[in-house]
């Protein structure tokens, strides 16, 4: 059974930066969609990022447009994890972060939440002005 831990979440200023882990356990498919999402206060869970992929190659990014420039997606394939690097943040970034996956599928952009089976327990990011 898949299994996503996620960490490196915290509270940060304005303008500062965090790097968000995920820990991918027992994921067995050569094809993959990986996903970052976040859910503020009262609000809908929303795609931040994206890598889909076959193998270590001839990976594909997507990026929600408020992130671009800033939020980077990448797979650590000695640590086994989806990471998303994110910098100059900002207040509007407060939210639940959850990483999801999806095996034996690529994407080329973010999905609804649904698409995807599984999921992380979530980390906190908040940033204060």
């Known amino acids: 059974q898949v299994r996503l831990v996620e960490s490196g979440g915290g509270s940060v200023q304005a303008g500062g930066s965090l790097k968000l882990s995920c820990a991918v356990s027992e994921f067995h498919f050569s094809q993959y969609c990986m996903a970052w999402f976040r859910q503020g206060p009262g609000q809908n869970r929303e795609g931040v990022a994206t890598l889909g992929g076959k193998g270590t190659t001839n990976r594909f990014t997507t990026y929600e447009e408020s992130v671009k420039g800033r939020f980077t997606i990448s797979i650590d394939n000695m640590k086994t994890t989806l990471d998303l690097q994110m910098n100059n943040l900002t207040p509007d970034d407060t939210a639940m972060y959850y990483c999801?996956?999806?095996?034996?599928?690529?994407?080329?952009?973010?999905?609804?939440?649904?698409?995807?089976?599984?999921w992380g327990q979530g980390t906190q990011v908040t940033v204060s002005s």
């Open positions: 999801a996956v999806r095996g034996g599928v690529q994407c080329k952009t973010i999905p609804h939440a649904g698409f995807f089976d599984d």
